[in-house]
């Protein structure tokens, strides 16, 4: 081996092309080497000699055919999904990472890929482990030899870390075949099947040969106990049922994933299936149930022509399954580099040669099994894999699922052996499958593949894969909208669908973020600038929009503020607004309030602009919110709200827009107070009784302030709330048009002496007594 490049893997040049993206290789393998010999290897592995007898033992015959069925029933669904999947998209490496973060996104495919990469990596290890376990058996006379009378031999090659050092040299040996290639270690897996075939082939006829019908009545009713039971049986034998994405994992050197992937592995799935099929026949009519359950492996190795072809069947088993794992893993890490799902990751991406060839993941693989060899047990780790791979098959499951039933006119399969309701029986039995085999270990899995999915979800990874979440959330809007539009509205189920209009963007950065705070993100809110353009050039006018949705996204975003983000380029602001008001819905999801703020400009002008603005709000029946922005210290706490309490219908629409402010994080730790002027002491007591009661009624936690004084309304407003209050809330009290410009005109005066103010004026839609 090349040790220099292994090295200059590890430590790469400055010259190194890591981040320019490497073209596809062309596809080397069919359906036979790339896809049904890796499946076949992975599913008869070590199961099949070490533990089918065992099972068969406690479930007897019609109990084990029931294991055996539902175990490739919940594969062979899978295998389904898996074929539409790839028969609907371009594959390419990465395999079921690849077509999972095609259908679900990237936070869902990163969260399978890497749990999937860490399960074979260690998986690697596990299968090693057990072709050591069965090498000491054999070589045990000679370490009893040398061990002399006083320690077996195990316990002699154990104290001096033999298996350890055996499955480090066989790691190391398995890491030579895949470094120097996927065409290498192909031919080796043929050699491997040749084998491994010979050894079943010789259990078989041996098996038959010794078929005794009396044996075989007693073998057919199952003999379960407290600790063996059916669902401990089935945990036991599932594993067998595994390997089916051996194929998959290999779609970026498969000359025609689309047709080998489905093909190839339910070829696989029907070989094996009938190879256990008649194993369970043969080892109930051949061998007793105490046999099976004490000494499973000497049963098989005592039906078979042959016994030293067992012993190579096992040692097949074992390493085409830990060499199967060595090719998988590397390309699911390699694939997630290129996507660049994370920077750590990125360095993995890149492949060698031609074939490009998943070097620098095959050497972190190799890293890990060896680790985790010399790190002890692997019983329990063994547990946690089988839960990966469940979770990946459910996931397989889930993807076809929501691309099926999204309705998307891109889901086009030309695999046709496939409905969604297989792939939610699928993915139902995955998950009764986990929860089966072990609940902890299965809520530990989904907890790590749960943590890494929110970490990439929380990235916003921007991609153009065009994936089924899009597709199911769109079906799922259609459905909901439609259902809308036949329901009437009740004041109960009343949120804000609020419009803050904007004519200089960068200036009008406080109203945009106010009206965050009045949605909360508890309704729906949209952003629209209207730019007066007077050149009648359509194309221009065009770009202009796009320019101003493309700002508006850039200052939403840098503002963390959840937004649609509008623009209307008109040659009057007016007809703008009156434009974008009367087109701005789908069905029932329509503006119900407006957001604007006071012109900056003190004149005759920038007045009756803003009171034409008024005049098309009262037209459409809208809410209006009308801004007096001041300095606010953004991050302040324990802000105080001041709520002027003058009659139900704005008041009710005031305390709804207070009460949603303190959702936002901003706003959270604010403190509330209604306050209302009377005249004398008898007015007060009523107003207390009034207010408190609908303090009660409104569920509001907000402090009731009654001031007595027959001055000036403004005048009290001003001196109460002008130096204490951070924001105050004042009602618009009008039913028409021209008497709210005049109550505007009347408080112009007042707002310069306070803090931020909103005017409300509600259309009496809102109600908070509900």
Not at 312 to 318: K, N, R, S
Request: with cysteine.
């Amino acid at each position: 081996m090349d040790i220099q490049k292994i090295l200059s893997l590890l430590f790469p040049t400055k010259n190194s092309s890591d981040s320019e993206p490497a073209s596809n290789p062309m596809g080397r393998f069919g359906i036979w080497g790339g896809v049904f010999t890796p499946c076949v290897l992975t599913i008869l592995g070590v199961i099949m000699f070490m533990r089918t007898g065992f099972v068969v033992g406690y479930s007897g015959l019609w109990m084990g055919l029931a294991i055996l069925g539902l175990s490739k029933m919940i594969t062979t669904l899978t295998t389904l999904s898996l074929s539409a999947i790839s028969t609907n998209t371009e594959v390419r490496g990465g395999g079921v990472y690849f077509m999972i973060s095609r259908v679900l996104g990237p936070d869902f495919g990163g969260a399978i890929g890497i749990t999937l990469f860490i399960a074979q990596a260690v998986g690697v290890s596990f299968y090693v482990i057990g072709f050591t376990e069965a090498l000491m058996g054999v070589l045990e006379p000679l370490f009893s030899w040398m061990g002399g009378d006083e320690v077996s031999g195990l316990q002699f090659a154990s104290s001096l870390f033999i298996p350890q050092i055996v499955s480090t040299i066989t790691i190391g040996g398995l890491f030579y075949l895949t470094f120097k290639g996927a065409d290498v270690a192909i031919k080796v897996q043929y050699i491997v099947l040749a084998i491994l075939l010979v050894s079943i082939a010789s259990f078989l006829i041996g098996g038959l040969m010794d078929f005794d019908p009396k044996i075989f009545a007693d073998n057919k009713a199952s003999a379960f106990t407290s600790e063996i039971s059916f669902w401990a049986a089935f945990a036991i034998f599932f594993p067998a049922a595994t390997g089916i994405t051996a194929g998959a994992n290999m779609s970026g050197d498969l000359k025609n994933p689309e047709k080998s992937i489905p093909w190839g592995t339910l070829l696989a799935i029907l070989f094996t299936t009938t190879i256990y099929l008649l194993q369970i026949f043969l080892v109930s009519g051949s061998t007793s149930r105490t046999d099976l359950i004490a000494e499973p492996f000497e049963a098989i190795k005592k039906m078979s022509l042959f016994s030293p072809f067992i012993i190579l069947g096992v040692f097949a088993a074992t390493l085409s399954s830990a060499l199967g794992s060595f090719l998988g893993a590397p390309r699911i890490l390699q694939a997630m580099g290129k996507d660049r799902l994370m920077g750590a990751l990125i360095y993995f991406g890149k492949g060698e040669g031609p074939s490009e060839e998943p070097q620098r993941a095959t050497i972190l693989t190799f890293v890990i099994a060896v680790l985790v060899i010399w790190a002890g047990d692997l019983n329990a780790v063994a547990e946690v894999i089988s839960m990966f791979f469940l979770i990946a098959y459910g996931m397989i499951n889930l993807s076809a699922f929501v691309e099926s039933k999204s309705g998307n006119p891109s889901f086009r399969p030309t695999f046709k052996l496939f409905h969604w309701s297989t792939a939610l029986i699928g993915a139902i039995g995955c998950v009764i499958a986990m929860m089966k085999i072990n609940d902890s270990y299965a809520l530990l899995a989904l907890a790590i593949s749960g943590l890494i999915y929110f970490y990439l979800k929380k990235r916003n990874i921007q991609t153009d894969y065009g994936d089924a979440k899009r597709g199911y959330i769109f079906k799922s809007i259609r459905e909901s909208l439609y259902l809308l539009e036949g329901s009437k509205v009740h004041s109960k189920n009343w949120r804000p669908q609020l419009v803050a209009i904007t004519e200089d963007i960068q200036q009008d950065l406080p109203t945009i973020r106010a009206g965050s705070w009045l949605e909360a993100r508890r309704g729906l809110y949209s952003v629209v600038n209207i730019h007066e353009r007077i050149e009648s050039d359509y194309v221009t006018r065009h770009s202009l929009f796009n320019d101003r949705v493309k700002e508006l996204k850039q200052v939403l975003n840098s503002e963390n503020i959840i937004a649609f983000p509008e623009s209307i380029v008109a040659k009057d602001f007016h007809e703008g607004l009156f434009t974008f008001l009367q087109s701005a819905s789908i069905g029932v999801l329509k503006p119900n309030s407006i957001l604007v703020s006071l012109p900056k400009e003190d004149s005759a002008a920038s007045d009756m602009k803003f009171l034409k603005t008024m005049d098309i709000v009262a037209t459409f029946h809208l809410n209006l919110v009308i801004m007096s922005p001041k300095d606010l210290a953004l991050n302040k706490k324990g802000r105080l709200i001041d709520l002027w309490w003058r009659e139900e219908t704005n008041g009710s629409l005031m305390a709804l827009f207070a009460y949603l402010m303190t959702l936002d994080s901003s706003w959270s730790q604010s403190k509330i107070r209604i306050m209302k002027i009377v005249s004398s002491e008898r007015d007060r007591s009523a107003a207390e009784k009034r207010l408190n009661s609908l303090k009660l009624q409104i569920r509001l936690d907000a402090e009731i302030k009654i001031i007595e004084s027959s001055e000036d309304a403004n005048e009290v407003i001003a001196r109460t709330s002008g130096t204490t209050a951070d924001l105050v809330f004042l009602g618009v009290g009008a039913t028409s048009g021209e008497e709210a410009k005049d109550s505007i005109r009347h408080a112009k005066p007042l707002l310069k002496k306070l803090p931020t103010t909103f005017l409300v004026w509600s259309n009496g839609e809102a109600d908070i007594f509900v």
